[in-house]
């Protein structure tokens, strides 16, 4: 349906990139997986993203070597920042969440200047990349308990199951990332 509204608005301006956002229902935004990717969408990830996770979004953009940490992949439909469980897609949500405030560390700048609309156009162009979207719905956000109060007793149960959890093999006794198996791992 954004597809045909999109054509809509481009025949009407005769300009392709138009930014007909403002003349489309907040509802009709929603960013669904069953419709084509408008061009603007497309045009507007290929300027702000394509330079680092490519315009086939398989994270090989030509300026993917120069991060320590890669920029990701979308082919694959994995992700990292969720709210969701292990295994789960993203919520869109999450999506706006990362694309807002970046990754720290990392090639992933924040994009708080883009608006609302171009951030939906943005994550609906990351979700056409893998069919995983259209095929599977995310499950719903974790809930995230209250923080303990910080008591010495708590603190001690805390060391207690980062122990008997084996958090240790990797994470190493005082947390330096030196455990027998952290090894294999780089960075
Ligand atoms: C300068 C390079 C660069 C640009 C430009 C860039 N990214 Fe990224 N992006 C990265 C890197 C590197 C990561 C991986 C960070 C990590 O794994 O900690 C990443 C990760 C992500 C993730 C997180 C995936 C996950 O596993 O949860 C999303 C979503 C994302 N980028 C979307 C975008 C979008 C949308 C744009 C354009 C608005 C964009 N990125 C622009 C480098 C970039
Ligand atoms: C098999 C090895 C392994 C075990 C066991 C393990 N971790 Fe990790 N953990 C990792 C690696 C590798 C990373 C870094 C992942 C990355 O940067 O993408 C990590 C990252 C983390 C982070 C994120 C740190 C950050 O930079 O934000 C936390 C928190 C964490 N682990 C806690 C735990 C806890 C608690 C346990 C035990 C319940 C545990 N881990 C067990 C390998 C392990």
């Not at 940490?69 to 993203?90: H, Q, V």
């Not at 560390?105 to 990351?126: F, N």
């Not at 084996?166 to 030196?178: A, L, M, N, P, W």
């Amino acid at each position: 349906m954004l597809a045909s509204i999109g054509l809509a608005a481009t025949l009407a301006t005769g300009c392709e990139y138009s930014s007909p956002h403002r003349a489309i229902s907040a509802a009709a935004m929603s960013a669904s997986n069953d419709i084509v990717p408008p061009r603007w969408t497309q045009r507007l990830y290929e300027s702000n993203c394509a330079v680092c996770h490519g315009i086939q979004g398989d994270g090989n953009g030509p300026a993917a070597g120069m991060f320590l940490t890669r920029p990701r992949d979308f082919l694959a439909g994995i992700f990292k920042f969720r709210s969701t469980p292990s295994g789960s897609l993203p919520t869109d949500e999450d999506l706006f969440w990362t694309i807002t405030h970046g990754l720290r560390w990392t090639g992933m700048i924040a994009r708080p200047d883009l608006s609302k609309a171009e951030l939906q156009d943005v994550v609906h162009q990351v979700k056409t990349f893998s069919p995983k979207f259209a095929a599977e719905k995310p499950s719903a956000s974790v809930t995230v308990a209250p923080r303990p109060p910080r008591t010495p007793a708590l603190m001690e149960q805390g060391k207690e199951l980062f122990r008997i959890a084996d958090c240790v093999s990797c994470h190493g006794e005082q947390g330096r990332g030196d455990g027998p198996l952290s090894s294999g791992y780089e960075g």
